[in-house]
């Protein structure tokens, strides 16, 4: 096995799907702002990932795409973004409503515009929980294997991640590769955790 090769598309499928989340996530906040009688039907979507197997929502992937987007990198990307959708629309949720419209009223009353609005008075309170959004995305896609094997499969040096190389390892008894992509994935994980505590340990101090 290639385990460089591995890594990297495992980086590569996690990081497409974690953007591909927050600028969904975004795009069904707004709608949700424009068509308020809908936040309970957009909330029950977005939190249908976390209840059902993910094999289910792989499938549903391949269904909608004709299957074009089977044994695809792109296609693995799009299953690490539907699982890790709840995740990400949920913080960017309470991020976006903990917003103080007192602040922004305040600042426009003392004649402030809407880009220096943004850089100084809402920036500063949504970076922790997009940033925090994006971590979460990543450390979900990172460990996802059911949606992605049944999208874009195991193919070596093309579409297989880490936790796909795992299953071939384990499937063809080979102990050395589990050992070294479990320590991979393990290394992986302690670093992107490591950031996630240190953005949200950095804000409680800020507050």
Known sequence: MNYFEIMLTTLKIATTGTLICFFVSLIIILLVKKYKKLKSLFDFITALPLALPPVISGYFIIIVSNGNLSFEWIGGSIACAIISLPLVYKMISVTILSIDQKMINTAKILGSDNKHTFAFIVFPMIKTGFFSALFLG?????????????????????????STGIYTSIQTGDKSSIYILSLISILIAVITIFIFNLINKKNAFEL
């Open 138 to 162: 990543f450390i979900r896609s990172i460990s996802e294997f059911g949606a992605t094997m049944i999208v874009s499969g195991n193919i070596s040096g093309k579409t297989q991640t880490l």
